[in-house]
């Protein structure tokens, strides 16, 4: 059996992985899920990058793990810890699945200059004030309405408007990630997704040094491939992470 390490904060892929005969595990960012701290706050990107590592190299050490392949998985702002923790240790990490990644932000949705550096000048004064402008995402990720009123009742998921800090940490943080990457990868999205942009996982695709590169993107889909589609689209996605795998173990 191969060791699978699931990274992200959400844990809807877990049951499937685990079926498929993966070991996964998952961790919640600081200030996310059950983890302490304010709601959705990330005071430096590189303190949930050094967590994850530092987690998942404990797991690794682990007897029963040493000899096992390495993944990584990450969805959203997850992608993005995803590469910067394969940037931190490339040789560590086999591959890696990248769901709807944020791996750059789009300059269509990118704030003019003059804000950033407005809202940079106040960022130590009012880190955590919610004051950034956002649609809802939970209205814009999720297209089942069902599992959408789910996700909306679950507490452990933020719904207010992201904190000042963390939205311009994660500004800073998805500055062409691209050329950092080397290892094996597997790129999913949603055509329809508008919270993150399938044109940047295209481009993300076509620019990234490695040589061995997968990308399917998805009609009519949107963010939340795993967790916000009907069932059988969900299936459809898990089918594909599970055969990208299986395939990199031959």
């Known amino acids: 059996m191969f060791a699978f390490i699931f990274f992200e904060g959400s844990c809807f892929p877990l049951p499937w992985l685990a079926a498929a005969g993966y070991a996964a595990f998952g961790v919640d960012y600081e200030g996310h899920g059950r983890s302490k701290g304010a709601h959705c706050f990330i005071n430096k990107f590189q303190n949930i ?16 793990y040493k000899d ?29 699945v990248l769901v709807a990644p944020m791996c750059k932000i789009s300059e269509e949705v990118k704030p003019h200059p003059m804000v950033v550096n407005m809202l940079t ?15 809802n995402v939970i209205d814009t990720a999720f297209k089942d309405p069902i599992k959408r009123e789910t996700i909306r009742k679950n507490k452990l998921i933020y719904q207010d408007k992201p904190r000042l800090k963390t939205a311009l940490e994660m500004l800073r943080t998805s500055i062409s990630l691209e050329r950092l990457v080397t290892l094996p990868f597997f790129v999913l999205h949603g055509e329809a997704d508008i919270v993150t942009d399938p044109e940047v996982s295209k481009a993300f695709n076509e620019k990234s040094s490695s040589s061995d590169k997968t990308i399917k993107l998805y009609p009519g889909m949107w963010h939340g491939l795993t967790s916000g589609e009907p069932d059988e689209s969900i299936e459809i996605v898990f089918t594909d992470i599970t055969a990208w795998l299986d395939k990199q173990l031959l």
């Open 49 to 64: 990058v050094n967590d994850c590592q530092e987690f998942f190299k404990s797991v690794c050490e682990l007897e029963e």
């Open 68 to 96: 096992k392949n390495r993944f990584l998985y990450g969805e959203s702002m997850g992608g993005a810890a995803a590469l910067l923790l394969h940037k931190h240790d490339p040789s560590f990490w086999n591959g890696a």
């Open 121 to 135: 000048k106040v960022e130590e004064i009012i880190p955590k004030w919610k004051i950034v402008p956002t649609k």
